[in-house]
């Protein structure tokens, strides 16, 4: 089956570009000898875990369902971190976890000794308190109050009432970054040693984790850098160093294939696709951001009341894309095209393999897009179907 062959709508898998993605991360984890696990949260499609197994050295998770998926469809190093576990989950994290990253001082105090019984090593998620990230306030996780890693301030207090506290650590985990370049990871590096240098010295400290958010793949991204903000680490404080990259792994190696279901004229000439932002890319209104759509010219950034005005450029069509929900504020964004668009055309959005198919829902009834791959030689073949029962069981 060809691309334009598959019934939308349709998540696309693109196996080549997967591949590009790995063999930059690898190259980095060759050159510098750090481990680069698979943030599953951004991408957990375990039909691929195979592939990347090949290029990197594991995967990561943020809770015990993830966890479990790492474990079983990769196998590899595993690790995972959430702002709180249960006794419950972490009876099972310990049989299945190569690390454990705790938040609070009081999760460290709570589980700690059953990861020292399954030898299971302990790490600590720091907040350096230092933001690089102007927009998408909701992904700072150095935002004024955050609920993610421990401050200076309380790890001293801790260190105060029991000078004994940290002793078990095994390793510095910190994540501040969202689709950001290696120069804020380098600011932020700055901030933690000022900050948090003296644990990082600690005799008992094996690993320092960079967490998440590293644009690695991204075609500006300065990869020499990362490079030295890696070897750096590992050369002042004898330590490994582990990345957690989600979008990297998969930037830019998936579509999201619609098809226009009708044409709306309300003083905005509105495309009712069969896919939706709210349901199948929710992250378009979270962040919020417009997808880039193969073909079309995305517009600024939209508000409900906004007209999308005409333009006088010769073969120049303005369009609001929507969906066929019944949420008024589903709108994917605005696109300018230099064709008309009709009933029955299909639309390819891209860099739709991250945190779509791990965030989708089917509000309204509306059906989950299949989930296909193209190989190499551009041949698709689906490997998800979902239908009724998909979304009757979740209920």
Same mark, same amino acid.
């Given at each position: 089956?060809? @691309?334009?062959?598959?019934?939308?709508?349709?998540?696309?898998?693109?196996?080549?570009?997967?591949?590009?993605?790995?063999?930059?991360?690898?190259?980095?984890?060759?050159?510098?000898?750090?481990?680069?696990?698979?943030?599953?949260?951004? $991408?957990? =499609?375990?039909?691929?875990?195979?592939?990347?197994?090949?290029?990197?050295?594991? !995967?990561?998770?943020?809770?015990?369902?993830?966890?479990?998926?790492?474990?079983?469809?990769?196998?590899?190093?595993?690790?995972?971190?959430?702002?709180? @576990?249960?006794?419950?989950?972490?009876? %099972?994290?310990?049989?299945?976890?190569? &690390?454990?990253? $705790?938040?609070?001082?009081?999760?460290?105090?709570?589980?700690?000794?059953?990861?020292?019984?399954? +030898?299971?090593?302990?790490?600590?998620?720091?907040?350096? /308190?230092?933001?690089?990230?102007?927009?998408?306030?909701?992904?700072?996780?150095?935002?004024?109050?955050?609920?993610?890693?421990?401050?200076?301030? +309380?790890?001293?207090?801790?260190?105060?009432?029991?000078?004994?506290?940290?002793?078990?650590?095994?390793?510095?985990?910190? &994540?501040?970054?969202? /689709?950001?370049?290696?120069?804020?990871?380098?600011?932020?590096?700055?901030?933690?040693?000022?900050?948090?240098?003296?644990?990082?010295? #600690?005799? #008992?400290?094996?690993?320092?984790? @960079?967490?998440?958010? &590293?644009?690695?793949?991204?075609?500006?991204?300065?990869?020499?850098?990362?490079?030295?903000?890696? #070897?750096?680490?590992?050369?002042?404080?004898?330590? #490994?160093?582990?990345?957690?990259?989600?979008?990297?792994?998969?930037? +830019?190696?998936?579509?999201?294939?619609?098809?226009?279901?009708?044409?709306?004229?309300?003083?905005?000439? !509105?495309?009712?696709?069969?896919?939706?932002?709210?349901?199948? *890319?929710?992250?378009?209104? %979270? *962040?919020?951001?417009?997808?880039?759509?193969?073909?079309?010219? =995305?517009?600024?950034?939209?508000?409900?009341?906004?007209?999308? /005005?005409?333009?006088?450029?010769?073969?120049?069509?303005?369009?609001?894309?929507?969906?066929?929900?019944?949420? =008024?504020?589903?709108?994917?964004?605005?696109? %300018?095209?230099? &064709?008309?668009?009709?009933?029955?055309?299909?639309?390819?959005?891209?860099?739709?393999?991250?945190?779509?198919?791990?965030?989708?829902?089917?509000?309204?009834?509306?059906?989950?897009?299949?989930? =296909?791959? *193209?190989?190499?030689?551009?041949?698709?073949?689906?490997?998800?179907? @979902?239908?009724?029962?998909? $979304?009757? *069981?979740?209920?």
């Amino acid at each position: 089956m060809k @691309f334009d062959e598959l019934h939308t709508p349709v998540y696309v898998i693109d196996e080549k570009q997967l591949i590009d993605n790995l063999t930059i991360l690898s190259n980095i984890e060759k050159r510098t000898g750090c481990h680069i696990l698979l943030a599953q949260k951004a $991408f957990s =499609a375990y039909s691929q875990y195979p592939l990347i197994a090949k290029y990197i050295s594991g !995967t990561t998770a943020s809770g015990l369902f993830e966890a479990r998926l790492g474990h079983e469809c990769m196998g590899k190093e595993n690790h995972v971190f959430a702002p709180a @576990f249960t006794r419950q989950d972490m009876n %099972e994290l310990v049989k299945i976890c190569d &690390h454990i990253v $705790f938040n609070s001082i009081n999760q460290l105090k709570l589980h700690k000794q059953m990861c020292i019984n399954a +030898n299971v090593s302990i790490g600590l998620r720091i907040n350096p /308190e230092f933001s690089t990230q102007s927009d998408h306030a909701i992904y700072d996780p150095c935002s004024y109050g955050s609920r993610l890693g421990v401050t200076l301030d +309380n790890i001293l207090a801790a260190l105060k009432n029991d000078p004994n506290i940290l002793n078990d650590i095994n390793g510095i985990h910190f &994540h501040t970054l969202c /689709e950001q370049n290696s120069d804020d990871l380098l600011r932020t590096l700055n901030a933690v040693e000022e900050k948090f240098g003296f644990l990082l010295k #600690q005799k #008992q400290i094996e690993w320092v984790n @960079f967490g998440g958010g &590293h644009h690695i793949t991204r075609a500006d991204y300065n990869i020499d850098t990362l490079i030295h903000c890696i #070897q750096h680490i590992k050369d002042t404080y004898n330590v #490994q160093v582990y990345l957690e990259p989600g979008e990297a792994v998969a930037l +830019n190696a998936g579509y999201l294939i619609s098809t226009v279901l009708d044409k709306v004229e309300n003083g905005i000439t !509105t495309l009712i696709l069969d896919t939706s932002a709210a349901c199948h *890319m929710p992250d378009v209104l %979270e *962040m919020p951001y417009t997808p880039p759509l193969k073909g079309a010219t =995305a517009l600024e950034r939209f508000s409900l009341n906004q007209k999308l /005005e005409n333009t006088d450029k010769l073969n120049s069509y303005k369009y609001r894309l929507s969906s066929y929900t019944c949420l =008024a504020g589903d709108i994917i964004g605005d696109y %300018e095209f230099d &064709h008309e668009i009709n009933i029955g055309d299909k639309l390819v959005f891209e860099d739709m393999a991250i945190y779509s198919m791990v965030k989708n829902n089917t509000f309204n009834g509306i059906p989950l897009p299949d989930i =296909a791959l *193209m190989d190499t030689n551009n041949d698709c073949k689906i490997i998800k179907h @979902f239908g009724y029962e998909d $979304f009757k *069981m979740r209920l």
